[in-house]
């Protein structure tokens, strides 16, 4: 069964994973039955579900009315006298599939896999979203086996835009397909499990996290804060490891860690997470965990100061990368997926392999033989792949070649921005990941010298503008305008737009490759580029205008330029931020890529933007820019007038020689 021929769905379990897969399941079109023990359990389901949707029908993310949606979504009380009932029954037996959201206890699973299977139709597929616990063993209690699948969904369900498939031993390729796109036509990215094997991915790679946090603390001598602030400011993840564990929960992580350990997955004791899941300190849900948090059920970020990222980060990411290979080297799934699947299931901002390449695979190797020697970590045994790529020299960006392959690569690290050239590209990185890249002037400053020095880099044919970790940039760093003048402000928006200006009439084309959040300045520093690509999850907007100010680096011309006046007068006066697919639609991004794919789509269009003539480029530039600010009889005058100067050049020349030749040009900017 393909995924497009799903009409009905039972969803087992309305708690905080169940009533989130139901609305997805509605929003695509789906009849939903929702099921679980109680009416009190479902009414406050759908209340969640109905709170949901019209916060997506504000963001404009819905295309139908709360009320058609929820329509869709029939309530079924799943126990009578501590039986499953026949209301239970009788909603499996119209459903094409079913996915089981219930607690992580096997026993509970097998015995509605057992059910299910015998209400049923045959060609119905039994899906579960256990997070730990394997497939095979609860399709042992099932005569479709090759029915049953794993449907991992990450919490909260609407927002996350993962989605862990796994193939049980006996799974049928067929329904792992079938699974893949109902996944994707939720609006999910999917990462395929081949091998079932505890914690799947997502969970394999964090536990051994989780696992390096606690053994960092017991063993090593680190605090709690050191740990967390090495995470979110070294590594740029966006919460801390015993942040994320109180956020999620510590009786969670303990119970799933349990489980996986239970079926083969060798960890090292750690008695802080047994401590608190024993005293009922469960983090934020008990108002206390490794963090104290103002009441039950109130998160609050802990506060963490920068000055405490002390930790090797390859210290903090050895396990996870042994770990990571292995699973490579096991088949489980390819360095793609398992890159894909950290970097959308917990949010990195780079993939484990990707870590692993910039850190280098000695680097890890040496810190694995630490955690062994001095922290007593048998386990930590370099994995045989990563001891053949060292051996053979792969040792990652600095070598041109790791789990990636790389050009030689050339780095400066300013006080905000990085400066990588892989001739004949360069990258321009904004560098304040624990800011979300907020712009104050020093980045201003910095960003107008890289500019200037990689323009007279004639090996440097195209730049990209990026930013590190979770976004692009979320605007100006509004903390620079405390106690200043209206006369300061002025200065602070004059030089912004000179750095705008530079940028639009660079010689050179610049590539911005938006993720995450671009918004206010940073949205204006995007628009200055010639051309823009967005990653899917991308948002961007002028919020200014919520703050009591308007766009000043440009933004009221530039997007006026881009979408037309009425669209900018709207993004402006509204504050509103779009999607990146709304944004494309409009004309204000060239393209939308899944995250993975942002940096490759964006190196790719470098690279070939920098096979082409530099000085036609230049001047293409310069017609389309000038051109727009003038009439249109002086902008036909400036095209024929560059148009006639280029073919004074050599690169003209070469052009036509490689045509009539038919070979590819080697254009010098000559």
């Known amino acids: ?211 390096t946090a606690c053994i960092l603390v017991e063993r090593g001598g680190y605090s709690i804060e050191e740990v967390d602030a090495t995470a979110r400011y070294t590594l740029g993840f966006p919460m801390g490891v015993f942040e994320l564990a109180d956020y999620s929960g510590i009786d969670v992580f303990y119970l799933v860690f349990k489980a996986m350990g239970e079926r083969g997955f060798k960890a090292a004791e750690c008695r802080l997470f047994e401590e608190k899941y024993k005293a009922g300190e469960y983090g934020v849900k008990a108002g206390k965990g490794f963090y104290t948090y103002p009441e039950p059920g109130k998160f609050v970020k802990p506060s963490v100061a920068k000055e405490k990222a002390v930790i090797d980060p390859a210290l903090m990411l050895a396990l996870p990368v042994n770990e990571a290979a292995w699973l490579l080297r096991n088949e489980v799934s390819t360095k793609e997926e398992i890159d894909k699947a950290v970097k959308l299931g917990l949010g990195w901002p780079k993939g484990v392999f990707e870590f692993a390449d910039e850190l280098g695979l000695d680097r890890i190797a040496g810190a694995l033989e630490k955690l062994k020697s001095e922290y007593g970590v048998a ?70 010298r890289a500019l200037d020095e990689l323009e007279e880099d004639r090996d440097v044919r195209a730049v990209i503008l990026y930013g590190e970790g979770r976004a692009f940039s979320a605007g100006a760093d509004v903390t620079a305008f405390q106690a200043v003048t209206p006369i300061d402000v002025f200065r602070f928006s004059r030089k912004f737009q000179e750095l705008t200006l530079k940028m639009q009439f660079y010689t050179k084309p610049i590539i911005a490759a938006i993720k995450g959040y671009a918004l206010g300045g940073g949205l204006e520093l995007a628009m200055s580029a010639d051309f823009r690509i967005a990653s899917e999850e991308a948002m961007l907007g002028q919020p200014e205008i919520n703050l009591g100010f308007i766009p000043g680096a440009g933004g009221t011309q530039r997007l006026a330029r881009l979408v037309g006046p009425a669209r900018a007068k709207e993004l402006i006066m509204t504050g509103d931020m779009i999607p990146a697919r709304e944004a494309e639609r409009i004309g204000l991004v060239n393209r939308v890529v899944p995250l993975e794919r942002l940096e490759d789509e964006a190196r790719s269009m470098a690279l070939k933007l920098a096979e082409k003539p530099p000085l036609a480029l230049m001047a293409a530039k310069l017609a389309v820019d000038h051109g727009l600010e003038v009439n249109l009889w002086s902008g036909l005058a400036l095209e024929a007038g560059v148009f006639s100067l280029l073919f004074s050049t050599e690169d003209v020349l070469e052009g036509v020689m490689a045509f009539l030749e038919k070979r590819k040009p080697r254009f010098k900017g000559r």
Request: proline letters at 5%; a positive charge.
């Open 1 to 211: 069964m393909g995924g497009r021929e799903f009409k009905t769905v039972t969803v087992v379990g309305a708690g905080t994973m169940g009533h989130g897969i139901a609305e997805l399941a509605a929003m695509i079109g789906l009849r939903v039955y929702l099921a679980d023990i109680n009416m009190d359990i479902l009414n406050k389901a759908l209340e969640r579900i109905r709170w949901s949707l019209g916060k997506l029908a504000e963001k404009g993310r819905l295309r139908e009315s709360v009320d058609t949606v929820m329509s869709r979504i029939q309530p079924v009380v799943s126990v009578k006298d501590g039986e499953f009932s026949e209301d239970l029954a009788r909603a499996l037996s119209e459903s094409d599939v079913m996915i089981e959201a219930v607690p992580e206890k096997l026993d509970l699973k097998q015995k509605l896999f057992a059910f299910a299977d015998k209400h049923a139709p045959g060609h119905a597929i039994l899906a579960t979203n256990t997070s730990s616990l394997p497939i095979t063993e609860i399709a042992a209690a099932t005569s479709r086996p090759e029915r049953v699948v794993g449907m991992h969904f990450f919490n909260p369900p609407v927002l996350m835009p993962l989605v862990e498939v796994v193939k049980g031993e006996k799974t049928s390729d067929e329904t792992v397909q079938a699974v893949v796109e109902l996944a994707r036509r939720m609006g999910k990215e999917v990462v395929v499990v081949r091998k079932d094997v505890p914690g799947f991915i997502v969970n394999r790679i964090l536990g051994r996290l989780m696992e």
């Open 379 to 448: 386990h930590a045994e370099p994995d045989p792949l990563i001891r053949e790529m060292i051996s053979k020299g792969a040792l990652g960006r600095k070598a041109g070649k790791g789990f990636y392959e790389y050009a030689a690569v050339e780095e400066k690290r300013l006080e905000t921005i990085i400066i990588r050239k892989e001739k004949p590209i360069a990258w321009i990185i904004l560098n304040r990941p624990q800011k979300l890249n907020a712009i104050n002037p020093k980045m201003i400053e910095e960003l107008s």
